[in-house]
């Protein structure tokens, strides 16, 4: 806690005792010019205003189960903005593969599925934010974060969320989707090997996703990431319902969550996500530079 309470302290959102009382308006389907927001942070009995998002880059959080893609669509919506794509899941694999003193700990944890405590958790974001912001860096898309209602209390004490994404996605193939991811070890980028193809079915739509092949140089690089395993998926998904789920509660009755079934794989949902967000002139605007 100690790194981030020393960055918001310096941006004037902590004390020792706060308590937030972020107002926001945010719809999807408005116009940029439309997006209209007010803020109002309170800490102790001063009140703080916020920076108006006008003047900043978004803060997104992107939600979802295990495998679903939260990762995916985080890093593209991330290069479409212009604002980094920050993934606690990647912070704490960065950690492990430091082999510093957490990284035993860590690693008992993870590959049992189980969640990081939350000081852990915080701490690592903190560093993340802390390095950031020496870089300049403004907003952010936070994926994997927050996973617990601590979390997100916390979140919302310290900054302003201006939109929360819950991507969601049948079980069966969350878990199809986590035994097909594969990681290059040489430039980091993950793919996906399975094919799914799931029949409509008792009035549920068919899903097809195709698989995100490797390019032939990465083919003998890849690796399968610890947790991937059947058993500890869904131990992650167990996990997910019982924690994390209440998370989406906790922005849904903000007025902030708003809800994306996945229709299919990247070519049929990212458009769709897109449109969603009201972010289609942005793409159209990046294709063409
Ligand atoms: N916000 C968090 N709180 C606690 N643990 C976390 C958090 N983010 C990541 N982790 C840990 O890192 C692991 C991998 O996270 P992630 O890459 O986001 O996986 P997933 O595919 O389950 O979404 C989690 O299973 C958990 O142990």
Redesign the pocket.
Known sequence: MAALNRVLRTRGLLSSSYTSAACRSYSPAASESERKFSFVGSIGNNKIPRKDPSERNVQWVFLGC??VG?GTYASRLSNLLGVPHI????L??DELSSKGPLSQKLAE??NQ????S?EI?ISLLSKRLEAGEANGESGFIL??????IR?AEILEGVTDIDLVVNLKLREDILVEK?LGRRICTQCGKNFNIANINVKAENGNPGIYMAPLPPPAGCESKLITRA?DTEEVVKQ?LRIYNEMSQPVEGFYRSRGMLMEFDLPGGIPESWPKLLHALNLDQEEKQSVAA
């Open positions: 295990p495998g939260k993934a606690t899941g990647d704490v694999r944890i993870v599925g189980k969640l990081v939350d958790i994926d994997g974060f927050p996973r617990t979390q986590c947790d992650r």
